[in-house]
């Protein structure tokens, strides 16, 4: 079945270091990629998507590309604020057009001043 | 800005008991899930309404588990029994239609502790 593997965390950077999270998935067909993040007392928000393979998605200075070839969906920022801090989690919408999302298991990132 | 509300935040119950979650999705949004996000875990589906019809329930445990959308706009979530293995975060998502394309906007949830 599909399924979505994410970089184990926690994740520990100084602010204005540069962030990837690794993210890999296996899937039929033609997936649209996603990446949430949710802060701390918060539910997730869409932070990015792609809808097929080289689409890049972005926005708030994080970039991801789908990569068709590598299966993979990873995550950049070239310079992350201590705002950044939260779980981030990457997912695709499974096979059958239903909208259901199969997500990976969440990467925390910890930025400190 | 429109948000999914869900109550309540927190409900700590005891094992063998009776629990239920409430959902009001976006207003107009015809597609409504229901996701268990256990601890360090990725949230996992386990209902997607369509308007007022079960799309998927496959991933919902039937034994204990109930949910309906009556009306096609608000949704409870039931669990009866509640064991301990239930805790988890229950998140309520919704979505204009459903599709691989469509964004889904997720409430708070609901942080369910059994003892």
């Known amino acids: 079945g599909d399924s979505v593997t994410q970089m184990e965390g926690p994740v520990t950077l100084s602010e204005e270091a540069f962030l990837t999270i690794n993210c890999t998935y296996t899937a039929t067909g033609y997936p649209s990629l996603f990446w949430y993040v949710q802060y701390p007392g918060e539910g997730l928000q869409l932070l990015l998507k792609a809808t097929k393979a080289d689409d890049k998605g972005s926005n708030k200075g994080f970039e991801a590309t789908y990569r068709k070839e590598t299966t993979s969906f990873h995550l950049e920022k070239g310079s992350v604020q201590v705002s950044d801090s939260a779980v981030y989690f990457c997912?695709?919408?499974?096979?059958?057009?239903?909208?259901?999302?199969?997500f990976g298991q969440g990467t925390t990132l910890q930025v400190k001043p | 800005e429109a948000e999914v509300a869900q109550s309540p935040r927190y409900k700590i119950t005891e094992k063998s008991q009776a629990v239920a979650f409430w959902c009001d999705p976006i207003?107009?949004?015809?597609?409504l899930y229901w996701y268990r996000q256990i601890l360090g875990q990725g949230p996992e589906l386990l209902v997607q309404f369509q308007d007022e019809s079960v799309v998927d329930d496959s991933q919902l445990p039937k034994d204990r588990f109930s949910a309906e959308r009556l009306k096609g706009v608000d949704s409870t979530l039931k669990i009866q029994p509640a064991e301990l293995g239930d805790s988890a975060m229950y998140l309520c998502?919704?979505?204009?239609?459903?599709?691989?394309?469509?964004?889904?906007?997720f409430g708070q949830g609901t942080r369910l502790t059994v003892v």
């Open positions: 997912a695709l919408s499974s096979s059958g057009n239903t909208g259901k999302l199969i």
């Open positions: 998502a919704s979505s204009h239609t459903g599709g691989r394309n469509t964004e889904a906007f």
């Open positions: 207003s107009g949004h015809a597609t």
